[in-house]
Nanobody, 126 residues
Framework: QVQLVESGGGSVQAGGSLRLTCAAS????????MGWFRQAPGTEREGVAH???????RYAESVGGRFTLSIDNRKNTLYLQMNNLKPEDSAMYYC????????????????????WGQGTQVTVSS
């Protein structure tokens, strides 16, 4: 069982930055794929950024060049650095995990994941 706890959300103006944090317990093993999804009111949850157990990364087109994933295995923490934020980035952001085996590519589909955090709200004003 993997538990995920997000933090770092908040309110910023367009063009600003935020860094989301996802703390995993008991640890981020070499068989764990992770990712970030977001969901705005009235919309489906969409994938934002994902990292495979191989270290490969995949980003949604809408955030490419602005969002960056990083992982600190010593701290069992996944980060999402979000720069040049836009109002359309406003949503609840969820950290997700999946036991995917070693050397897996990044997984980008909602159904690929079975561990979820409680979410952290990001609001970007124009």
């Amino acid at each position: 069982q993997v538990q995920l706890v997000e933090s770092g959300g908040g309110s910023v103006q367009a063009g600003g930055s935020l860094r989301l944090t996802c703390a995993a317990s008991p640890y981020i093993g070499n068989d764990l794929c992770m990712g970030w999804f977001r969901q705005a009111p009235g919309t489906e949850r969409e994938g934002v950024a994902h990292i495979g157990s191989s270290g490969s990364r995949r980003y949604a087109e809408s955030v490419g060049g602005r969002f960056t994933l990083s992982i600190d295995n010593r701290k069992n923490t996944l980060y999402l650095q979000m720069n040049n934020l836009k109002p359309e980035d406003s949503a609840m952001y969820y950290c997700a995990g999946a036991k995917c085996g070693a050397w897996s590519r990044a997984l980008s589909q909602f159904d690929d994941y079975n561990y979820w955090g409680q979410g952290t709200q990001v609001t970007v004003s124009s």
